[in-house]
């Protein structure tokens, strides 16, 4: 839960904007000190920051910032970068149409932790680094997210590019997540996921995983060789699909290297047509004849 806030700070960035509809600041400092309240909009309270600097008409870079989720809780940021930004769009209230944002250098600490102990963690603790960066093409209702990624040294790194038709940014709140009709009328082109996995799914996604599984807390083990055996069923449905054979095979040694999959794992797909978020929904069944022909519709590739 703790990790999932990081990235959530980040998309605040973008989708959390404050209420307000002003005059754009001449003072391009002024403008970027206005934007740090929306950060406070996934945490507890508004983070301390060292340095504002503006960056041209339409960025920011903060440094030696700390954001307090709870007493026991919280991050520190060596620089937050965020660019690609059209202040008129922010002081009326509406989602920006091109963002870019780089967090780097983010450590844990605790705001009731001893000094001795934040010194500790300091040393011993490799700083992890979020990017997250889109664009949204207003004529053909497409938004392309050319880079999500989440990294570090100790851990490696998982990178997501999508793009996606029907968000129409302008008639999403800003302070409110889309709702059902909003998502309804999503629609996926594109979507490719790189992961090199050094530690990162057992540090990050295990213990989330199996507490959503049936026995997972008690049987964790057998819980994981259950879960694989029925990936690993469900790979026939690709190969009738079409899908290539050694694109199948690439996912199967994926499956089978869980949970502490090693070097690089590329997935890729590219429906024709647009894939509905409704039709994704419709899949969740375990239809037979449904997942077919929604596999067929993938052009999916993959390595490992």
Known sequence: MIRIRIAAFVAAAGLALPAQAAPVPTDPVQRCRDLIPMISKATAEDPTVGNVTPLGDTGCRYTDLQIAISQYQGWMVGSLTVDRIDFKRFYTDQLPRTLSVHAEGIRFFAPAMPAATAYQMKLVQRPIEISFDYDYDYDADVLTIRDATFRGDRIGHITVTAALRGPDLDQIAVDTLPGDKALAGLSLQSLTVDFDNQGMFEGYALLPMLL?????????????????????AQLAILVTAGVPKDSVAAIGRFIQSMPQPRGPFRLSIAPQPALAFSEMAEAQSGDPAKLLALAKRLNLTASY
Do not use: N, R, S
């Not at 599984?213 to 819980?223: V, Y």
């Open 212 to 232: 959503a599984l049936p026995d997972g807390e008690t049987d964790p083990e057998g819980t994981v060789a259950a879960a694989k055996a029925q990936a690993m």
